[in-house]
């Protein structure tokens, strides 16, 4: 006659989770992105909303000037003339209405206050779609807005250093950086590699960057390929902007709206817009900006840039 097994009563998993305390974080926002592009732009303040550019009339100036080593000679008169019609730029609003229910506030805000962390997700939304719009808007944005003479294309379509050499060329006085998508920053390291000039690195703001020629090649996912920001296939197109920063360089800068109501960040506002009759509390977040590429020289684009593997897939 088989013993039976005896069965010693023990505490179990499920019983005891119940008394275990949960250590949690904040929520994990997968679209957040270093947005470097900011952080590199020089901005400036605006009081109105407006921004114009002043440039001067190239080619069509009256102005003579005069070398030479004789005292009598007569000096010519001239003038530096102006466009008469600049450009202005007027800001634009990046916003949305975050709404939250005073019952879920005001229950559920420990450890993680609920407005706070809804309003903290809400402005990291807002400033990702300030740094795509400052690379894709028709109005204003770097890769739309850049001069067609400004433009080149790949020579075999994965880029390769006699592109970024040529795209220097477009943008020769004092380049800032290389703004490319992390795929085609891996295609162009790969052909570095086969080359075997593999590019240098720098730190910047406590990271690593690869540079070409000491400029740093920025990664964004902004830049498009074949018009997503996570593209499925291994092939694809994308663009490469060389940029040069700065009013005094006469390069690009951003635009924002000082002094708003509720600033939190430089041109981002917060306001609490009140609490209807339901009890949902409601606050308005807005992003006034623009960007402005103050001469043609100071962007450069390299286009049709294929970043799939070339010697995988040819």
């Known amino acids: 006659m088989e013993e039976q097994e005896s069965k010693v009563p023990a505490l179990g998993a499920h019983e005891a989770y119940q008394l275990a305390k949960v250590t949690k974080i904040a929520p994990q926002f997968d679209s957040i992105t270093p947005r470097w592009l900011p952080k590199l732009l020089e901005w400036k303040p605006l009081e109105a909303g407006i921004f114009r550019l002043n440039k001067v009339k190239e080619g069509e100036t009256p102005l003579d000037i005069l070398c030479s080593q ?19 730029y007027i800001l634009t609003s990046i916003s949305t209405i975050i709404n939250v229910h005073t019952r879920i506030s005001d229950i559920y805000s420990y450890p993680t ?21 400052l690379i894709n808007s028709d109005d204003y944005g770097l890769l739309k807005n ?22 220097i060329s477009k943008v020769w006085k004092e380049p800032s950086f290389f703004l490319a998508h992390p795929r085609a920053i891996a295609a162009f ?49 994308t663009n490469i902007l060389l940029v ?17 109501p509720g600033e939190q960040s430089m041109g981002l506002s917060v306001r609490f817009m009140g609490i209807d009759k339901n009890g949902i509390a409601s606050y308005l977040l807005a992003i006034y900006c623009s960007l402005a590429i103050l001469t043609e020289d100071a962007v450069g684009v390299l286009e049709d840039v294929d970043v799939g593997n070339y010697y995988e897939y040819n």
């Open 244 to 260: 040069r920063t700065g009013e005094k360089k006469q390069g690009v800068i951003g635009l924002f709206q000082a002094g708003v």
């Open 113 to 133: 206050d609920q407005i706070k962390e809804q309003l903290r997700l809400s402005m990291e939304s807002l400033k990702e779609r300030q740094e795509s719009q």
């Open 189 to 237: 390291g790969r052909e570095c590699t086969r080359r075997g000039v593999p590019p240098a690195t720098v730190n910047l703001f406590g990271s690593p960057f690869l540079t070409w020629r000491g400029i740093p090649i920025i990664p964004t996912d902004k830049l498009l390929v074949d018009g997503q920001k996570k593209p499925e296939s291994q092939t694809g197109k």
């Open 70 to 88: 004789q005292d009598d000679v007569k000096i010519p008169e001239g003038f530096v003339n102006y466009e008469s019609n600049p450009r202005e």
């Open 146 to 167: 850049a001069s067609d003479s400004q433009r080149i294309q790949t020579r075999k379509g994965y880029p390769t250093p006699d592109d970024m050499d040529e795209l």
